[in-house]
């Protein structure tokens, strides 16, 4: 009689068990079909966008949706890293809802403190003395100040000539040149960021703004840099800012400017293999001066912007690029920064190609003699990097 009693009392809570479960899931499917139905009857000015799922879910780690997907499909599951701790469902639902990611405090500060939006910028590299608090950072004054004519001084200094190469005394070693091809292209989405050291009636750094001396040329001194190394090189001049104010565009659509360059670019030469944007810092000369056996010289960072499907591919050739200058210049480079968010662009035409990056060159402070001779040092760098990855290319 007590096994008897066991037995059902076993076979009730196996019931009991069972009930549970499956009115859990009744309630659940209820909940789906109401959703479903508020979602494709609601009047569509009210309904959820596009857009705003992507916002809410864009901060996610991508583990979570496979994740997710694997609960469907195993083979979703088994493609999940082993070292990756499984998601936490609950955290993942209050960051969509608050955007406040639970373990980064940042995110919550970020929301609530100006000026510290940059927690959603993140730091892949960081090259000597670069921290979150010293993050590259993008001037915006108004267009107008930006056309504004302003007096400029360049002195002629010896750093300033045309950069000169070492005669190569190995008569039998191959002269490296691409030739006819020009397989590098240059432009400058903000090409009139200038330097305080030759602007002597600016003082507030986000006015340093000028039409001629300014971020290009730095661009111009990297082409030659380049051609003088055997590569090919096209330096575009197209004043973006002109282009904004026949546009009656905002500084903020820079991009949707520079665009169009570069896709143009593009089709009009199948050759070109790497693309940089060269911009200016808005940091001051503390953060991005280095000197190096005794010269000073303006330090770099490099930009990507996480935002397209392609980024990572972006990352790794930004990454082999600071490796290499930090082999031969130590202390050059700030490091990768890696951008994304509301407040960035995110994108920066680098979807158009996977050997695309932003490169900061020096800040406010710094003067053309300095930014020339890091103009040369990463010609010098990038030279050896395209001309080796030429010679395994040809062996392959």
Not at 24 to 34: D, H
Not at 42 to 53: K, L
Not at 334 to 345: A, C, D, L, Q
Request: net charge negative; hydrophobic share 35%; with cysteine.
């Amino acid at each position: 009689m007590y096994l008897g009693n066991k037995q059902n009392n076993g076979k009730k809570k196996v019931f009991n068990h069972f009930y549970k479960k499956s009115g859990v899931y009744f309630i659940c499917l209820i909940v789906l079909f109401v959703v479903i139905g508020f979602l494709t009857t609601v009047a569509p000015a009210y309904r959820f966008s596009s857009h705003t799922i992507t916002t809410w879910t864009s901060d996610l780690d991508s583990s979570t949706f496979l994740y997710l997907m694997g609960m469907e499909n195993r083979a979703f599951k088994e493609a999940y890293p082993e070292d990756k701790a499984l998601p936490n469902l609950s955290s993942v639902v209050f960051q969509m809802a608050t955007s406040i990611k639970p373990n980064d405090t940042r995110s919550l500060l970020g929301q609530e403190l100006p000026g510290f939006s940059t927690f959603e910028n993140e730091i892949i590299i960081a090259g000597e003395g670069t921290n979150y608090t010293n993050l590259p950072v993008e001037s915006a004054p108004p267009l107008d100040e930006i056309l504004k004519d302003r007096e400029a001084v360049v002195d002629d200094s010896t750093e300033s000539e045309e950069p000169k190469k070492e005669p190569d005394t190995d008569t039998d070693k191959e002269q490296l040149d691409t030739g006819d091809k020009d397989v590098v292209f240059i432009y400058n989405t903000h090409n009139r960021e200038s330097f305080l050291p030759h602007l002597p009636d600016v003082n507030d750094p986000d006015l340093a703004q000028h039409g001629e001396v300014n971020i290009t040329k730095v661009s111009e001194r990297l082409s030659k840099s380049l051609e003088t190394d055997g590569i090919g090189t096209t330096v575009d001049d197209t004043d973006i800012m002109e282009i904004l104010n026949n546009n009656g565009w905002k500084y903020g659509q820079s991009y949707t400017a520079s665009r169009k360059i570069v896709q143009e670019a593009f089709t009009s030469n199948d050759d070109i293999q790497y693309v940089f944007d060269l911009h200016r810092d808005s940091q001051r000369r503390d953060k991005t001066t280095k000197v190096i056996n005794g010269k000073p010289y303006a330090k770099i960072a490099f930009v990507v912007g996480a935002e397209h499907a392609s980024h990572e591919k972006n990352l790794a050739f930004a990454t082999k690029l600071h490796n290499l200058i930090e082999e031969k210049y130590p202390g050059l480079s700030r490091g990768v920064i890696k951008k994304k968010g509301p407040r960035s662009n995110g994108i920066y035409n680098q979807d158009l190609s996977q050997n695309s990056l932003v490169v900061e060159f020096g800040g406010v402070d710094n003067n053309l003699d300095e930014l020339y001779r890091t103009a040369d040092a990463v010609a010098e760098v990038f030279s050896e990097l395209y001309w080796n990855a030429e010679k395994v290319n040809k062996n392959q």
